[in-house]
């Protein structure tokens, strides 16, 4: 205890041990002590040190920490102490320091600590990171850990896990994702109750998914999105702490270049849950940093959803259910709200443009946007008014060009809209449209509004052409007294007068897009004398470094003027302006001079997303959307330059030849969709008919019936009204008649009865064939009944068939009865007939015969129909007795299977006996021969006759023993 109590403050006389040996002493303590008590003691004293002396314990009490982890994990208190020194070494306190401290306005700044000294730490924390996680099953161990719900092993588990994905990022996550139930472990932190290990955990969820797409699709499917929502809106949204900020940090890194993440939760309908975030009251005054970050996250996080980069389909969506729930309307109140700060204006202008960008309906909502001034404002001509207001912060103008261009992109409608303010017919000088405020911006003192609004105007015109030729209407008032000129000519004299390079880089971007693939703007440019020359003599000076940049513009502009020339102008057609190229700037100078706006360096920084940031007002010199259209001509022109005339006239009969083609192509076309068009119509036409041809069909028919039931009736009343007619004289006839009939029916009778006899023919012939068939079945059965195994079920299969057989022939039997009494029958209706002819003079018996005829008649008809009847049941019994016949045919063909396997079992068991009784012959002769050597040997041997006589006298010995015991 003396140790410990040095250790732990009280001062034992003697020399001191160094921290080295103390620690090299608790570590020893550490390994070798039995008692946990102990242990547990030593492990808080190195706790206690690891600060101190952090290289010393990282070095040698590492493992041993470890070790504690795995073999005392019962005792809470011990593997907290642990987890806290290991927690100490792995983690940078001086970094934590600093994080930790506030920097307070308009004081001086604190001096930074030593450089070698953070180094040196920042070293330590890595080297101690990597000596932990070398074996992977330490993080394994550590997050079995975290499943333990006491504090004091949960809570700096979750800090050590964090302070390890800090240094050591990739390696960790590797680790956890291939952990059975890893990531599900750490997820479970966010339900805890106690809140201090809620936030790390969030803290640490956020380490976890930091550039690891598979690991935020995990936590995104183990419902993140569902509770992190819940703790937001449980901490108050916007107004919430710095809890909120983590959990919407967290969000962003889930969401961030993440498609799959993006899709889930708009499928979970969790864009409808951010709108109440963005529900800001009347009052704006007074609001604090932290709803200020806050909110700022919250913008981020739609931004996110609806970024440019995403996918467009994905983006298409997200901005359909921003619509539909109000999230769009929330920001739009956001935008026109006063009272918001500078930051967080700006934030929503940027977010608000990419949830309209290229959606039609968000586009028109937004253009229905009104501010709420009196009168009322449109929001765009608001927004237009910051942009070219030089006194505005420089990240909101940009931001309101963002928000111009985004509403623009896409969007032929609303730049029809804008471009219709600029028209005579359409301006009201008792308001200010945005065709006004870009004017006035594209031609005011100050270069940064002159670029925005040149650029604004460009957008209008992007892959537009009617606009293209509406802007070339626009008259221009420059002073009194003088005549007004258009809006293409005021930009060239400005572009004339050398204004600062910031400006002419911008109208030259506007020209160059309003006149490139437009002919008619073409024509108009080099309609003014001076435009050329001035282009050609820009372009061949040698002057500085920014004017390189404007010289290369000038030449795309003057290489649009030849690829797009119509050559309606005599004295400026394609050729007369490569000549002039040719002998006053040289073709290889003007192609250099065009690639020098590819090789500028914000060419490049403009070209990677749409929204334009830039550090600093001066740099703003790219379009994103104008760097699409240099990619695009700059190879188109310089070919164009380089094509001699024969070239051109071959391309251009090349091109006749093509249109020519085309607008055969486009003869055959209309002509075939004329031809598609009548075949529908015979079609339908066929159709019809054969509809109508149908219905008559079924008319006819109904008719013929109609027709056939009216000759039926005829017929009879025929009949009535000729046995009434008719005299006594008659009745013979009649009665002959009748006879007639009755011989056809004796005929048929006949011939029925031919047909039986035949049938009942061919029946005894295959009931000869069956007897055959079951005798021949009998002996084979009565050959498997002899054997051991023949089944019980062939005797009755026997009595079944021969039941059968007897039922046969009982039925070929009735048979021939029937058919001798239908030859009685038959000779009985012939004498019957004769007797009726000799007594045919006799009237009144006449009557009464053929009454009696009928009857006969009838009573053979009803005998046909019970013969026929019994013929049919012969023919079912007939089938019946095939299916008996056959299914004992199989069952016979079973047995005999059997039959067979038996006598193959029986063979084979006689072999083996064989092989048995040879192998005993042979042990006999072995034991014969052994016995014969032992004897050689002098050994006295037994006979195996004297061996059973013994055993023999054995036995009777025994029975008399029993005899004596009874």
């Known amino acids: 205890m003396n140790f410990f109590r040095g250790v732990m403050g009280g001062q034992a006389p003697g020399p001191q041990p160094s921290g080295a040996e103390t620690i090299q002493k608790l570590c020893d303590r550490v390994a070798s002590s039995t008692l946990l008590d102990d242990r547990r003691d030593a492990v808080r004293a190195l706790k206690s040190l690891s600060k101190k002396y952090r290289m010393e314990v990282g070095t040698q009490a590492m493992y041993h920490l470890i070790n504690i982890l795995q073999t005392d994990r019962s005792d809470s208190e011990i593997v907290g102490y642990a987890l806290d020194?290991?927690?100490?070494?792995?983690?940078?306190?001086?970094?934590?320091?600093?994080?930790?401290?506030?920097?307070?306005?308009?004081?001086?700044t604190v001096p930074l600590p030593d450089e070698n000294a953070q180094k040196q730490a920042d070293d330590l924390s890595a080297q101690f990171?990597?000596?932990?996680?070398?074996?992977?099953?330490?993080?394994?161990?550590?997050?079995?850990?975290?499943?333990?719900?006491?504090?004091?092993?949960?809570?700096?588990?979750?800090?050590?896990?964090?302070?390890?994905?800090?240094?050591?990022?990739?390696?960790?996550?590797?680790?956890?994702?291939?952990?059975?139930?890893?990531?599900?472990?750490?997820?479970?932190?966010?339900?805890?109750?106690?809140?201090?290990i809620r936030n790390d955990g969030l803290l640490l969820l956020q380490q976890l998914t930091k550039s690891n797409a598979a690991i935020q699709k995990?936590?995104?499917f183990e419902n993140a999105f569902e509770r992190l929502l819940d703790i937001i809106t449980d901490e108050g949204s916007s107004d919430g702490g710095i809890v909120v900020e983590d959990c919407l940090l967290l969000l962003l890194n889930l969401l961030k270049n993440n498609s799959s993440n993006q899709n889930f939760f708009k499928e979970g309908s969790y864009i409808q849950r951010m709108k109440p975030w963005f529900e800001v009251g009347d009052d704006n005054a007074g609001w604090s940093a932290q709803k200020v970050t806050n909110l700022h996250l919250m913008l981020q996080l739609v931004r996110v959803l609806v970024s440019p980069v995403n996918s467009p389909g994905a983006t298409a969506s997200c901005q359909k259910a921003m619509f539909t729930c109000g999230l769009l309307q929330q920001l739009c109140t956001i935008l026109m709200a006063t009272g918001v700060p500078a930051d967080i204006l700006t934030e929503t202008i940027n977010t608000v443009s990419e949830v309209i960008r290229g959606s039609q309906d968000n586009q028109d909502y937004f253009a229905s946007v009104n501010a709420p001034s009196n009168p009322p404002r449109?929001?765009?001509?608001?927004?237009?008014?910051?942009?070219?207001?030089?006194?505005?912060?420089?990240?909101?103008?940009?931001?309101?060009?963002?928000?111009?261009?985004?509403?623009?992109?896409?969007?032929?409608?609303?730049?029809?809209?804008?471009?219709?303010?600029?028209?005579?017919?359409?301006?009201?000088?008792?308001?200010?449209?945005?065709?006004?405020?870009?004017?006035?911006g594209l031609f005011s003192a100050d270069s940064l509004s002159n670029w925005c609004a040149a650029v604004a105007l460009a957008h209008a015109l992007q892959e537009n052409l009617s606009q293209k030729e509406q802007l070339l209407r626009v008259q221009l008032a420059t002073s009194l007294g003088k005549p007004p000129v258009s809006l293409l000519q005021q930009c060239t004299n400005i572009l004339s007068q050398g204004s600062k390079v910031q400006t002419r880089v911008g109208l030259l971007m506007l020209l160059c897009t309003w006149i490139s693939n437009c002919p008619i703007a073409v024509t108009h440019f080099l309609h003014n004398q001076e435009n050329?020359?001035?282009?050609?003599?820009?372009?061949?000076?040698?002057?500085?470094?920014?004017?390189?940049?404007?010289?290369?513009?000038?030449?795309?502009?003057?290489?649009?003027?030849?690829?797009?020339?119509?050559?309606?102008?005599?004295?400026?057609?394609?050729?007369?302006?490569?000549?002039?190229?040719?002998?006053?700037?040289?073709?290889?100078?003007?192609?250099?001079?065009?690639?020098?706006?590819?090789?500028?360096?914000?060419?490049?920084?403009?070209?990677?997303?749409?929204?334009?940031?830039?550090?600093?007002?001066?740099q703003m010199l790219f379009d994103h959307e104008f760097t699409k259209?240099?990619?695009?001509?700059?190879?188109?022109?310089?070919?164009?330059?380089?094509?001699?005339?024969?070239?051109?006239?071959?391309?251009?009969?090349?091109?006749?030849?093509?249109?020519?083609?085309?607008?055969?192509?486009?003869?055959?076309?209309?002509?075939?969709?004329?031809?598609?068009?009548?075949?529908?119509?015979?079609?339908?036409?066929?159709?019809?008919?054969?509809?109508?041809?149908?219905?008559?069909?079924?008319?006819?028919?109904?008719?013929?019936?109609?027709?056939?039931?009216?000759?039926?009736?005829?017929?009879?009343?025929?009949?009535?009204?000729?046995?009434?007619?008719?005299?006594?004289?008659?009745?013979?006839?009649?009665?002959?008649?009748?006879?007639?009939?009755?011989?056809?029916?004796?005929?048929?009778?006949?011939?029925?009865?031919?047909?039986?006899?035949?049938?009942?023919?061919?029946?005894?012939?295959?009931?000869?064939?069956?007897?055959?068939?079951?005798?021949?079945?009998?002996?084979?059965?009565?050959?498997s009944t002899e054997s051991p195994d023949a089944p019980s079920d062939n005797t009755e299969l026997l009595k079944e068939l021969e039941a059968l057989r007897s039922q046969v022939q009982a039925q070929s039997t009735e048979i021939s009865q029937l058919q001798t009494e239908r030859q009685e029958l038959?000779?009985?209706?012939?004498?019957?007939?004769?007797?009726?002819?000799?007594?045919?003079?006799?009237?009144?018996?006449?009557?009464?015969?053929?009454?009696?005829?009928?009857?006969?008649?009838?009573?053979?008809?009803?005998?046909?129909?019970?013969?026929?009847?019994?013929?049919?049941?012969l023919s079912e019994s007939r089938a019946n007795l095939e299916l008996e016949l056959a299914s004992a045919t199989s069952s016979v063909a079973i047995l005999q299977t059997e039959n067979s396997k038996l006598q193959t079992d029986v063979q084979e068991s006689k072999k083996e006996q064989d092989d048995l009784l040879m192998l005993l012959a042979d042990q006999d002769q072995k034991i014969h021969n052994l016995r014969q050597r032992l004897k050689e040997l002098g050994e006295t041997v037994e006979d195996e006759d004297d061996l059973d006589a013994r055993d023999q006298t054995d036995d009777d010995e025994e029975e008399d023993d029993d005899d004596e015991e009874d």
């Open 85 to 108: 020194t290991l927690y100490n070494l792995i983690c940078n306190d001086e970094e934590e320091e600093q994080d930790a401290v506030t920097p307070k306005p308009k004081q001086k």
């Open 129 to 196: 990171t990597e000596k932990f996680i070398e074996d992977p099953e330490h993080v394994t161990l550590l997050l079995t850990l975290l499943e333990e719900f006491d504090f004091h092993v949960r809570w700096p588990g979750v800090k050590l896990l964090t302070a390890l994905l800090k240094n050591q990022g990739p390696q960790v996550q590797g680790v956890i994702l291939v952990s059975p139930m890893g990531v599900s472990r750490l997820m479970d932190l966010l339900a805890d109750s106690r809140e201090i």
């Open 218 to 220: 995990i936590v995104a």
């Open 378 to 440: 449109p929001a765009i001509v608001v927004l237009l008014m910051s942009m070219v207001n030089e006194r505005q912060p420089f990240v909101l103008r940009c931001a309101v060009l963002y928000c111009f261009q985004c509403f623009l992109y896409k969007n032929q409608k609303g730049q029809g809209e804008i471009v219709a303010t600029l028209l005579p017919s359409t301006i009201d000088a008792n308001s200010i449209s945005a065709g006004q405020l870009l004017c006035g």
């Open 532 to 618: 050329v020359p001035f282009l050609t003599a820009q372009i061949s000076e040698n002057l500085g470094e920014d004017e390189r940049l404007v010289q290369g513009l000038c030449a795309l502009l003057l290489g649009i003027c030849i690829y797009y020339n119509d050559n309606s102008l005599e004295n400026y057609t394609k050729e007369k302006l490569k000549q002039l190229i040719e002998k006053r700037i040289g073709k290889e100078n003007f192609v250099e001079k065009l690639g020098f706006i590819t090789k500028h360096e914000l060419y490049s920084r403009a070209g990677q997303k749409p929204q334009p940031v830039f550090p600093s007002p001066e």
């Open 629 to 783: 259209l240099v990619k695009d001509l700059e190879g188109m022109i310089t070919k164009a330059v380089h094509k001699s005339s024969e070239e051109e006239k071959k391309e251009e009969e090349v091109k006749k030849t093509l249109e020519q083609h085309d607008n055969i192509v486009t003869q055959y076309k209309e002509l075939i969709r004329e031809q598609d068009a009548e075949i529908q119509k015979l079609k339908e036409q066929v159709a019809s008919v054969s509809t109508q041809n149908e219905q008559l069909q079924t008319m006819i028919t109904q008719q013929l019936s109609q027709i056939q039931q009216h000759k039926d009736q005829y017929n009879i009343l025929k009949l009535k009204l000729g046995k009434d007619n008719q005299s006594q004289s008659n009745s013979q006839g009649d009665i002959s008649q009748v006879n007639g009939v009755q011989t056809e029916e004796l005929t048929q009778l006949r011939d029925e009865v031919e047909e039986l006899r035949k049938q009942n023919t061919l029946l005894q012939t295959q009931l000869g064939d069956k007897d055959s068939l079951i005798n021949t079945l009998r002996s084979e059965a009565t050959l």
């Open 826 to 873: 038959l000779r009985r209706a012939e004498a019957t007939t004769a007797s009726d002819t000799v007594q045919s003079s006799d009237g009144s018996d006449d009557s009464a015969k053929v009454t009696e005829l009928e009857n006969r008649l009838a009573a053979q008809t009803s005998e046909t129909e019970r013969l026929k009847g019994e013929l049919k049941s």
